[in-house]
């Protein structure tokens, strides 16, 4: 028994260590950089360059995150409150879902090969629809990358409703409009609050659609990498612009803690018979068509401009592109780096939140050290991923890890740890408590049962992790950006280095072999889920059947 504990602590301790190595002390060193200097000379910073930044970043955030939250509160209503065919409202949620598979820096390359002067809308309609540059690219890039995971969050919460309160409040004399606040808007107020600051804060901390499509506007994202990366680096300038990012995390923080207290529970949620109206479900197949179409229409040049011999000026089809990307060995090399990264990621980021989460949801006498564990995946999900790659620049540079993969690795496990652990938390909760006592009993050591107890009965919730760290890892920019060597090189930073050179045939396809790899593991993942089900669903049916026999032959008896 004493064993057993002393193994619980030093795996507590080990991930504790790994986080205050790899998460407190990078942070703590921006914190000595932007203060090395003395004479307040740092606080030059406030001009106007910082503050143009910051303005258009908070605005321009704001208003997509709106629009977002909006569109994903329809979307989700259509598709809990109508009568639409559920196939059809199937294919529209993969096609709104598709974005997510693609950096953000690849938006605005598509936003401007589909909308710009030489685009394909353009050469269709015979004239530039509006200019993709600034305002509108900004705002339409930011609207792609931030609907996917909003309607998610706000269709997850609405499937558990009590829908019955809503006819309930009709026939009470309600109007539409109270009855639709009272017992849809008012249950979900935690959901869409979460899910605007989501989206919110996705806009605020991405660097890849502004350096796209951003042209002259400046951005925070943008100050920060010319702050390190320009042609005359100012670390202190740039570690100053990287604390100014943390502001709206620590406000989103507070904000979710307070909205905590409004979380609706039902005891036992039930649906009705959704009312046919013509009208309203053709309303809303027609929200879901123009949104499915305008996604569709955007993406589109990803696989045409490939296809062609020289957009816009050779428009004959031909495979030489594909040729010439397969023959060009830095390439080839970035596509690996890549894809290695995201397996080192995703299978050491699944380790790792797995047995955080197996702690804190199954061992109660560290109880401490499980809260502080908790805190820091709260932390980590409010850490913008350019302040990480900053911190880990400040703290690593001329050590072993600088200008190595595993670097890259460690800063994606800590960008994206907050939701793989809380993943893993909430499938470890829901299991029998009294599992490893019995176990005990038995004669088994923790390491047993969980080997084999706990990971098999986790196990669509151990791909599903390993799924999230490996699609991220593939698409990541952000953290990525400033830790990236010429060995080193990962898509989304070759992505930007092309974009310099104009090279947007590579461009695209780095991008259409990236959407290639995390299709195919989307494909995995969705057959080794449905594998696991059968399973488990032929294991049910024989313990029913064996059920069955026992009490015929009880009554026999």
């Known amino acids: 028994m004493s ?50 930044s910051f303005t258009n970043s908070l605005n321009y955030s704001l208003a ?17 409150f109508t009568r639409i065919n559920r196939r059809f409202l199937k294919i529209n949620e993969s096609i709104l879902q598709f974005p997510m598979l693609l950096p953000t820096i690849t938006y605005g390359f598509v936003l401007i090969y589909a909308f ?18 600034g305002s509108i690219g900004i705002l339409l890039g930011f609207i792609i990358y931030t609907l996917p995971p909003i309607y998610i969050l706000i269709n997850n919460s609405m499937k558990y409703l009590d829908t019955q309160l809503f006819i309930v409040s009709r026939l009470m004399g309600d109007s539409w409009y109270r009855s639709l606040y009272k017992t849809i808007l008012n249950p979900l107020t935690r959901v869409l609050a979460v899910a605007f600051l989501q989206g919110f804060f996705m806009s605020f901390t991405d660097f890849g659609i502004p350096s796209a499509v951003g042209g002259q506007t400046p951005f925070i994202t943008t100050l920060l990498y010319e702050g390190f990366m320009g042609t005359i680096p100012n670390f202190q300038f740039g570690s100053l612009v990287a604390l100014t990012m943390l502001l709206p995390s620590i406000i989103s923080i507070l904000i979710l803690n307070h909205l905590q207290k409004k979380v609706v529970r039902y005891e036992r949620p039930r649906q009705v018979v959704i009312k046919k109206n013509t009208v309203r479900d053709w309303c809303f197949k027609l929200l879901f068509v123009s949104l499915s179409l305008f996604i569709l229409g ?17 428009l004959s089809p031909t495979l030489n592109n594909f040729a010439r990307f397969i023959q060009d060995d830095s390439l080839v090399s970035t596509l690996k780096n890549s894809l290695m990264m995201a397996l080192l990621t995703a299978g050491l980021g699944t380790i790792i939140a797995y047995s955080a989460a197996i702690l804190t949801s199954r061992e109660h006498k560290i109880y401490k050290i499980n809260q502080i564990i908790d805190s820091i995946a709260t932390i980590t999900n409010s850490i913008p991923g350019m302040v990480l790659g900053v911190a880990y620049l400040l703290l690593f540079s001329g050590s072993q890890l600088h200008n190595t993969l595993m670097i890259l690795v460690i800063v994606t496990i800590i960008h994206y740890f907050s939701t793989p652990y809380q993943m893993a938390k909430e499938a470890l909760q829901k299991m029998n408590l009294n599992w490893e006592s019995t ?25 599903d992790i390993f799924a999230y760290y490996f699609f991220n890892s593939m698409v990541t920019i952000s953290a990525v950006i400033f830790l990236t060597s010429a060995n080193t090189m990962v898509i989304t930073a070759r992505l930007k280095e092309l974009q310099h050179f104009g090279r947007f045939n590579d461009i695209f396809m780095l991008s259409l072999f990236l959407l290639l790899i995390n299709l195919i593991m989307q494909g995995l993942t969705q057959l080794i889920k449905k594998m696991s089900f059968s399973r488990f669903s032929t294991r049910q049916a024989k313990k029913g059947l064996n059920a069955k026999v026992t009490t015929i032959h009880r009554k026999k008896a």
């Open 298 to 314: 955007v993406f589109a040049v990803l696989i045409i401009i490939p296809m062609v011999t020289n957009w816009p000026y050779e």
């Open 3 to 52: 064993i057993t504990f002393s193994l619980k602590k030093i795996i507590s301790w080990a991930v504790l260590a790994f986080f205050f190595l790899f998460l407190a002390y990078p942070i703590i060193q921006i914190v000595i950089t932007v203060f090395s200097q003395t004479g307040g000379d740092s606080l030059h910073i406030f001009n106007q360059s910082w503050r143009s």
């Open 439 to 463: 176990a005990k009993l038995m004669g088994d050591s923790w390491l047993k049962t969980v080997w084999r107890i706990l990971i098999p009965n986790s196990k669509v919730t151990i791909v």
């Open 64 to 80: 997509a995150t709106s629009c977002s939250t909006v569109l994903g509160f329809f979307l989700a209503y259509g598709n809990n």
């Open 116 to 133: 710009g002067k030489q685009g394909l809308w353009s050469k269709i309609f015979q004239q530039e629809l509006f200019h993709i540059y």
